[in-house]
DNA sequence: AGATCAAAGGACATTGTTGTCTTTTATGGG
DNA sequence: CCCATAAAAGACAACAATGTCCTTTGATCT
């Protein structure tokens, strides 16, 4: 229940740049690593992913940055959570007993089975729009640094 | 909701020993790793700190090996994932937001709350023995490789 | 076209976890 | 008392996640 840096720069990073769409519509990676305090290189490497996937845009040159498009606020922390995460959280028993399933289940099969599908669900409903405050000056503060 | 390899070593391994109690109180690590599938030496590395901790007994030398004690039986999970998983999985915000706490929650922090209680007193309440099988040939093949 | 800007991408360092091997220490048996 | 045995302990290798730096690519502006 603990999740990557790389998730957490993902997340906080995408937020950072929509929050300040009403400002101005692009962002460069050196005023979202400065504004959240994270490392700068790091973070070009997770924002690459998210514009390759589509959640922001980015744009090179002169006047480039990153910028939102129709999906990234749409864009579920289930999703986030995938693309940075990689296959580690796959569904393998959590008491990482062998070949616990539905038929042959661990002990605590079915309790943790309960949990896991509330957790994913709440994942898989919040979208990015659900987690931004309207007063933006007081949104960055609240991700900029962990 | 993923646990760390050590974790998995440190249940398995102790489970095993307890498991087979009944047939001879002492087991030898390399009879564990063996049954387990399991590396010998790092499974060793985590016996050592379960034996440190009180949780199995061991001893060295003619008949030594790990053995049962008192406290096995009752240990729960939580201990065991206290012990292997440090203090990483704190009570940091899991969107890691800056400063998440009661007072200053995140969007999502009531709701994670109620899951990480939930989950944390399913770790606190299921002791060893809540997890051991009668039939212990049947237990072991349940145990034996991720 | 040339200069400049900003992301893309690759090389490499650091750190933590996991895995392997060798030596040391403690215990019981002959 | 000496030897065999088994855990304790420490050194080191492999690997993955994270972090840093440098070069390349593509876009814009003059």
């Known amino acids: 229940m603990v999740f990557s840096k790389s998730f957490g720069y993902a997340l906080r990073g995408v937020l950072y740049v929509a929050v300040l769409n009403e400002e ?6 050196d005023e979202i690593a400065e504004a959240l305090t994270v490392p700068r290189y790091f973070l070009g490497k997770v924002m690459r992913l998210m514009a390759k996937e589509g959640i922001v845009n980015s744009e090179k040159g002169h006047n480039g940055g990153f910028s939102i498009n129709e ?12 693309l940075t ?3 580690k959280r796959s569904d393998s028993c959590v008491l990482r007993f062998r070949k616990c399933n539905t038929y042959n289940p661990c002990p605590l099969h079915n309790e943790i089975e309960s949990l896991r599908k509330q957790w994913t669900n709440l ?3 919040t979208v ?3 987690l931004m405050k309207k007063d933006a000056p007081d949104f960055i503060r609240s991700i900029a640094t962990v």
């Open 71 to 82: 999906a990234t606020l749409q864009t579920s922390l289930l999703t986030i959570v995938s």
């Open 123 to 125: 994942l898989a409903t």
């Open 128 to 130: 990015l729009s659900d």
């Open 24 to 29: 101005k519509k692009k962002i460069q990676l």
């Open 85 to 87: 995460e990689g296959i």
